[in-house]
């Protein structure tokens, strides 16, 4: 039975995700009210600019004053949609010292932040959702936090970049230069209002802090996670990959330890070999593999970024805290009992590709060999292509300690006859 009076939700920010929250609250209202077991009333919208048109908002729900709207008294859940720091960290707090429930899909405020926010929600015994703030579309969260929690997950890998994954996407398939790649992914709706958190890894490290803490059961934030972004990607990289059967993925990769002491968090590009499933993930998908003691492998794969997608995940969340609402239940809170430390990458293992100009004489391999040994760094694969007195040295590594793999390379750099280190990138997924 569906009751009459209804739930009231704040949406503030009404930009790509909340624009198409609201069309969605106002096209599929009578089937959320049936799923729900009450109609749900956009009780207010807070924007920025309220010249703006804004199809499907009527005019008198618009509102400049966001504070005026959370603090009003009646509203049952507050949709953030705004994004960054402040004001949407003091909006949330306000929202829950006023008694509702919070979804948003707000990773950087997130990964920061998380355990402040989720200390409030519980203090005012509210929820905290935000299935949308990793992998867009993708249900991730949910699984991870309630369908997983009997068994204990070892990794999660994948890409939670749409952005970025869109860029590589095009310079790989048509060639397109970086600059146009991100004009596009920016017109789509897929980059942050400041781009430079895709393109430099933020994004997805934040992502990866938030996948981290809740697989593992601990806190980890933006701080914790060792973050590369794509800026220093170039064509030639993609092109060496290519020759090597491999494609160039920016990959985020949470891992506990073998003795199960420790964790580590990381975002970065990386090889995988183009016969890998992530391989195939093309233009703002995501797709996130997760590996657990019982479950096994699982993947999830979907859209990761844009209006309509994530605004789907928003959605889910509103649905779970508009009953929680009604029957007086809560959904999941923090689960941080684990306390693992978080170790830094150097004690990673991986494998490097290092492309090396070297000068094409007698000795000079052997040279290079040494430095790996000295470092303790076993040489998977060499292959060297000579042209005018230089040559090129690929060199594929076996598995090392990270910090091993960067002390080959700094040594490397200082002998006389290597000239430069024209690309090094970590391979994964073998
Ligand atoms: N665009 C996407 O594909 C995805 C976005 N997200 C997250 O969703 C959130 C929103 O992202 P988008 O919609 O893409 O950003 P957006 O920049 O399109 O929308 C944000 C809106 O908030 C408004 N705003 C800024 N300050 C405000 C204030 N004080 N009061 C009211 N409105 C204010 C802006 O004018 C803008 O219209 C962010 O946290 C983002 O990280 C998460 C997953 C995917
Ligand atoms: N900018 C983000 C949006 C979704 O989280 C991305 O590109 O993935
Ligand atoms: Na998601």
């Known amino acids: 039975m569906v009751r ?9 920010g009404c930009g790509v995700v909340g624009s198409q929250v609201a069309r969605l609250m106002t096209t599929h209202a009578d089937d959320l009210a049936a799923r729900i077991g009450a109609p749900v009333e956009l009780a207010g919208v807070a924007v920025r600019r309220p010249s703006k048109a804004r199809g499907g908002v009527a005019p008198h729900l618009v509102t400049t004053d966001a504070a005026g709207l959370v603090g009003r008294g009646d509203i049952d859940v507050v949709v953030e949609l705004i994004g960054g720091i402040e004001p949407a ?3 949330i707090d306000a929202a829950f010292e006023a008694g509702a429930s919070v979804v948003t899909a707000n990773k950087a405020l997130l990964a920061q932040d998380g355990a402040a926010l989720h200390a409030a929600a519980e203090k005012h015994g509210a ?3 935000f299935e949308a703030a990793v992998a867009g579309a993708i249900p991730l969260l949910r699984p991870l936090r309630e369908s997983l929690a009997g068994d204990k997950v070892n990794r999660v890998l994948g890409i939670v970049n749409g952005t970025t994954n869109f860029i590589l996407d095009r310079m790989e398939s048509s060639g397109a230069g970086y600059g146009e790649a991100l004009e596009e992914a920016t017109a789509l709706g897929y980059a942050e209002a400041d781009p430079t958190a895709d393109v430099e890894g933020f994004d997805a490290a934040a992502k990866a802090a938030i996948l981290a803490g809740i697989a593992f059961h601990t806190r980890v934030r933006l701080d914790d996670v060792h973050r590369e972004g794509i800026t220093e990607v170039t064509a030639a990289d993609i092109a060496s990959a290519r020759k090597m059967g491999c494609t160039v993925k920016l990959l985020a990769i949470c891992e506990r330890a073998e003795d199960g002491r420790s964790v580590t968090a990381r975002v970065h590009p990386a090889m995988i070999p183009l016969a890998h499933p992530l391989a195939s993930v093309r233009e703002a998908y995501n797709a996130v593999f997760v590996e657990a003691d019982a479950a096994g492998q699982l ?3 979907g859209p990761g970024a844009g209006g309509a997608p994530t605004a789907s995940a928003v959605l889910g969340d509103l649905v779970a805290a508009c009953r929680n609402k009604l029957t007086g239940g809560r959904g999941p809170g923090e689960s941080a009992y684990a306390r693992l430390p978080v170790s830094p990458m150097g004690e990673v293992v991986t494998r490097y590709h290092i ?3 070297v000068v094409d004489k007698p000795g000079v391999l052997a040279q290079c060999a040494t430095v790996f040994a000295d470092h303790g760094v076993s040489i998977d694969t060499v292959r060297q292509t000579g042209k005018d007195g230089e040559a090129q040295l690929v060199v594929v590594t076996h598995r090392a300690p990270d910090a091993a793999l960067s002390g080959t390379v700094e040594a490397l750099r200082r002998l006389d006859t290597v000239h430069g280190v024209a690309s090094i990138m970590r391979v994964e997924g073998e």
């Open 89 to 91: 960290r003091s909006l």
């Open 299 to 301: 993947m999830f794969y």
């Open 127 to 129: 929820d905290l959702y």
């Open 355 to 357: 492309s090396l100009d």
């Open 4 to 12: 009459t009076r209804p739930l009231k939700v704040a949406l503030l």
